[in-house]
């Protein structure tokens, strides 16, 4: 096997904030490429997390450890173990590899990822929410203008300026659906009611996602969560399918992201424990090219919600793969027909 990757920017459309970061132009991540000795590629990505002490530096550092004649598109879960040996947590360097690793063993195969995993995958029935970044009400208004075609919103709360945001954008889109993110912003429980009883007033708030920080109290989170008039989403709380008897507790339902799973596989398994413990399932990104975005849209079957907006909020996407028109999901005119169903753009 070899093995290739790179750092690559991402430049966004717009500044980007939520609750706990400052603006920022430039979203780094990490692309990779694994192909065998029969001409078989497999692609991937990894979007690190810095709220998880990740960087591009820190998935350069593990890719630089990672023997490459010890993976193969015939074994991802083996690689995955041995990737496992190579360092502890490095989720997000994880993700990558695994996402190579399930493009080229479903290229192998040739089917598409969603065939391969056994999921399919429903032309015009997902729909992804459009993110609206923490920023000035003036620029708020002006983004939710230029996203009216997307049917559903997502808004970034958790700052000083909640109620002046949210009015920003209802004086541009009065009726349309939206999903709150705080980003763990509100840091009691107290507080976390009074914002989700004033959102419930909206009329058209479809759930809170991480209104309070993961570290929080479990006693506090299930107080809130038997209060709430919203429905309340885990996003850093959910990582991985371990998580789930505590998720289930304390939430309605759960975000999971590949870069916090490790990939496809690891975001198959949290997908499926989250359903079987009866919480609603939402599939959400970073800011990433459509190598990422479109391995998450082949888990689209297993969701009740999507996310997966990243590459559309960026200028500079270096591949082709799923489409998403009017914010509807499509593989319809992607460039490949097995695999992640990606292609660099020529």
């Not at 997390?49 to 630089?64: H, K, L, P, Q, W």
């Not at 993961?214 to 885990?234: N, Q």
């Not at 949290?270 to 479109?294: D, F, H, N, P, Y």
């Not at 005119?333 to 992640?340: F, I, V, W, Y």
């Amino acid at each position: 096997m070899q093995l290739k990757y790179w750092r690559y920017d991402l430049q966004l459309t717009h500044t980007w904030a939520i609750s706990r970061s400052t603006g920022t132009n430039i979203f780094k991540v990490v692309l990779l490429q694994l192909a065998d000795d029969n001409g078989t590629i497999g692609l991937g990505e990894s979007a690190p997390i810095a709220r998880y002490n990740e960087s591009v530096d820190t998935v350069m550092e593990f890719c630089g450890k990672v023997d490459a004649n010890k993976l193969s598109f015939d074994d991802v879960p083996g690689s995955m173990n041995y990737l496992d040996t190579v360092a502890p947590g490095n989720m997000a360097a994880k993700c990558a590899f695994n996402i190579a690793l399930v493009d080229g063993a479903a290229r192998k195969a040739g089917q598409a990822v969603y065939d391969y995993l056994g999921l399919g995958f429903t032309e015009k029935h997902h729909v992804t929410s459009f993110t609206i970044g923490i920023d000035k009400p003036d620029i708020i208004r002006q983004k939710v203008i230029a996203a009216e075609r997307y049917p559903v919103l997502k808004l970034k709360l958790g700052g000083p300026d909640d109620k002046l945001n949210l009015g920003a954008l209802r004086e541009a889109a009065p009726k349309k659906a939206v999903r709150v993110d705080a980003n763990e912003g509100w840091t009691t429980k107290e507080k976390a009611l009074e914002m989700i009883e004033w959102l419930a007033k909206d009329g058209h708030i479809q759930f809170v996602e991480q209104p309070m920080p993961a570290a929080t109290d479990p006693k506090h989170l299930i107080w809130l969560k038997e209060r709430s008039p919203l429905p309340l989403f885990g996003d850093e709380s959910y990582h991985s399918a371990k998580d789930v008897a505590h998720c289930a507790e304390c939430y309605h339902g759960v975000n999971v992201k590949l870069s916090k799973t490790g990939g496809i596989s690891g975001g198959y398994e949290a997908l499926q424990a989250a359903r079987k413990a009866g919480l609603k399932t939402m599939i959400g990104c970073m800011i990433e090219t459509s190598v990422l975005i479109s391995a998450a849209a082949h888990l689209a079957e297993l969701c009740n919600h999507l996310d997966v907006d990243g590459n559309i909020l960026i200028t500079n996407d270096a591949y082709l793969g799923v489409t998403s028109e009017k914010g509807i999901l499509s593989f319809a005119d992607a460039p490949e027909k097995t695999g992640l169903r990606v292609r660099a753009r020529s």
